[in-house]
């Protein structure tokens, strides 16, 4: 039977990405076939080899030592400005759509439907499939209409990590925050804490890991460090153009051991194993 488990984040930029990345290598290397998914992804950074997907997704594929599907990005999102995106589906270009009509008319009937055709198939052949949320699952505002996150969790009956970057401040409010604009069954599949980016002293964390813990009744996983890596950028809201070419990949294989080498250090990972059994 296949293992689950998803990453979220408090916000965009958390970390997901590189958190997924790292844990598909160190699964990986564990001796598991693994795939990574994110079910929806918006992003102008596309990878493309006869399909077209994020390219987040296609480091992650690299990270896991699979090989690059359309399968584990169904649904990618190109914003073409105004509230209007280039809508790829499993790969093939499908259509223009506006954020109102993807949202009202799309998501929940076709989009969940693709997602789930997708998962299914990654099901089919790999052992463990680490998911990706997008943005925020506590966007009240679109809560209804969000595939990315906990409905994905709940369909893929995953347990879910979520992850906060420390480093624009107010990690433990975000935490806190997003724990408690979740209906009571998704704060249920969250199973515990990831804090990221962190430079300092770890134990100068250990008071507001206790207070958290009272408040949410979850604790935290792992403490990441900030650590420069040159990796490829998931979407513009990082400042750095750089962009995944084939050729690169013995370079990217490096920076992803490193990666994944500094995250199982810092991460309790024989727990997130045993949580996913």
């Keep these: 039977m296949t293992k689950t488990l998803m990453i979220q984040g408090t916000s965009s930029g958390a970390g997901?990405?590189?958190?997924?990345?790292?844990?598909?290598?160190?699964?990986?290397?564990?001796?598991?076939s693994v795939a990574p998914f994110k079910s929806q992804n918006m992003s102008n950074y596309s990878y493309k080899d006869g399909f077209e997907i994020s390219q987040a997704q296609a480091i992650q594929a690299i990270a896991a030592q699979a090989e690059i599907s359309?399968?584990?990005?169904?649904?990618?999102?190109?914003?073409?400005?105004?509230?209007?995106?280039?809508v790829v589906i499993q790969g093939k270009p499908y259509k223009k759509m506006s954020a109102k009509n993807y949202y009202e008319k799309f998501a929940l009937k076709q989009g969940i439907k693709?997602?789930?055709?997708?998962?299914?198939?990654?099901?089919?052949?790999?052992?463990?499939?680490?998911?990706?949320?997008?943005?925020s699952p506590a966007e009240i505002n679109l809560q209804k209409y969000d595939i990315a996150n906990?409905?994905?969790?709940?369909?893929?009956?995953?347990?879910?990590?979520?992850?906060?970057?420390?480093?624009?401040?107010?990690?433990?409010?975000?935490?806190?925050?997003?724990?408690?604009?979740?209906?009571k069954n998704h704060q249920n599949l969250v199973k515990g804490f990831v804090i990221n980016k962190f430079r300092g002293n770890k134990a100068?964390?250990?008071?507001?890991?206790?207070?958290?813990?009272?408040?949410?009744?979850?604790?935290?996983?792992?403490?990441?460090?900030?650590?420069?890596?040159?990796?490829?950028?998931e979407d513009s809201?990082?400042?750095?153009?750089?962009?995944?070419?084939?050729?690169?990949?013995?370079?990217?294989?490096?920076?992803i051991d490193k990666l994944a080498s500094m995250v199982q250090k810092n991460l309790d990972i024989k727990s997130i194993e045993g949580m996913i059994q």
């Design 16 to 32: 997901k990405t590189t958190l997924v990345a790292a844990l598909c290598r160190i699964f990986s290397n564990k001796g598991y």
């Design 70 to 86: 359309p399968h584990m990005n169904p649904i990618l999102l190109k914003p073409l400005g105004n509230y209007i995106s280039n």
């Design 114 to 135: 693709v997602a789930m055709e997708s998962f299914d198939y990654l099901k089919s052949k790999y052992d463990v499939i680490i998911l990706e949320g997008a943005g």
């Design 150 to 183: 906990m409905k994905m969790a709940e369909l893929a009956h995953s347990p879910v990590l979520l992850v906060a970057d420390i480093e624009k401040g107010g990690s433990f409010a975000s935490l806190a925050g997003t724990m408690s604009l979740l209906p």
């Design 204 to 233: 100068l964390l250990q008071p507001g890991f206790r207070k958290l813990k009272q408040i949410t009744s979850k604790s935290v996983f792992g403490v990441i460090p900030y650590v420069e890596l040159d990796l490829p950028n």
């Design 237 to 255: 809201l990082d400042n750095r153009v750089h962009l995944f070419r084939k050729q690169n990949q013995k370079r990217l294989d490096s920076q």
